[in-house]
């Protein structure tokens, strides 16, 4: 069944419709919802209109099946648990700014980057936009906070679940649900192509970050598989007509991998690849690089540079004038860090 966090305020009106309940009662159950009340527990809807829909979809959030608290940094992991019993990671984190949460769009994933663990197990399906919002909602429940920013950098490939996330990103923005702008979301993609022309076309403010971790086909063919179909060059492409189309910058991801994409030369190539397939002679066209030393999965034998590695790869960066900053690891205590998200709970994994 359809799980009733996936309908929008004219879907679910519809349905009030057709089981014979006043439409009104809609935008009640829908607000209530939005704000971590489940169906079960509203006073203001009689039981008979929670029987007919019960009958009809799942009404459950996700449940929580372990939670984890950084003794370091205070960001939380949720292991949670969906109603066919398959289980997703989320984060929480704790900014100046506020609360951020990376959610996951799949259980498991398929694209297989071989420094990431969310790949490991395979992808089993995928997320109902419900499903990706209850992430939120659950979370902002049982903190007691309100979350202000989504990443959508857990388990799976967000644009390998397209007509999902995008349901998601409308609902998200719900004024009378969340209401958390497009400008607070990023999406975060390993490179799907054809998926990146048909985000453009939508022309969400979103951000769009794209995992790129190297500058030559040979490399990213290694540990990045899906450049085996779309290679570097028609990445290019598409994210020079994202930016044409949207006016939004794009960010770029870059997993800093010891030995593998990390010396001086490999920041010079990244640098040069971007200012000549992205600016070209739009010198003014923003680019930033994420860059991420990797974080140790027990499945892979891949390490992190070192800080003198990462320095000299920022400065090779700017020399060319790509901006370029480290990203913070948070959650490092409790595997909560990129590319450490599983879909199931690490310490059952022998």
Known sequence: ??????????????????IDEPGYRSK???????????????TNVGNKTK?????????????????????????????????????????????????????????????????????????????EAGEILGQIIAAEKDLNIRIS???????????????????????????????IGYRHISLSSCGIVDKIYELSKLNLPITLS??????????????????????????MDACRSYYEVTGRRISFEYTLIAGKNDTAGDARRLGEL???????????????VNLIPVNEVKETSF?????????????????????ATVRRRLGADINASCGQLRRADAESIP
């Open 210 to 235: 794209i995992s790129l971790h190297a500058a030559d086909d040979a490399t990213r063919c290694e540990i990045m598989p899906v450049n085996k179909k779309w290679n570097i060059e028609s990445l």
């Open 28 to 42: 009640q159950i829908f607000t209530q919802l939005h704000k971590g009340i489940e169906l079960r527990e509203m």
């Open 51 to 127: 029987e007919k829909l019960l009958s009809l979809m799942d009404c459950a959030f996700p449940g929580i099946k372990k939670k984890l608290v950084s003794q370091i940094d205070g960001t939380v992991k949720y292991l949670f648990e969906l109603s066919d019993k398959n289980c997703i990671e989320s984060v929480v984190m704790k900014y100046e700014h506020g609360y951020t949460i990376c959610v996951s769009s799949q259980v498991g994933c398929r694209m297989g980057c071989r420094f990431c663990a969310s790949t490991l197990m395979g992808r089993v399906r995928n997320l």
């Open 274 to 288: 971007l200012n000549r397939r992205l600016r070209g002679k739009k010198a003014h066209m923003p680019i930033h």
């Open 303 to 323: 390490k992190s540079s070192g800080a003198k590695a990462v320095r000299e790869f920022v400065n090779e960066l700017e020399k060319l004038g790509i901006r």
């Open 149 to 179: 920013n989504v990443v959508m950098m857990g388990i799976g490939e967000p644009l390998d679940n397209f007509e999902n996330v995008v349901k998601f990103l409308r609902l998200v923005n719900e004024p009378d649900g969340l209401n």
């Open 1 to 18: 069944m359809s799980n009733i966090l996936s309908l929008t305020p004219d879907e679910l009106r519809e349905i009030m419709n057709q």
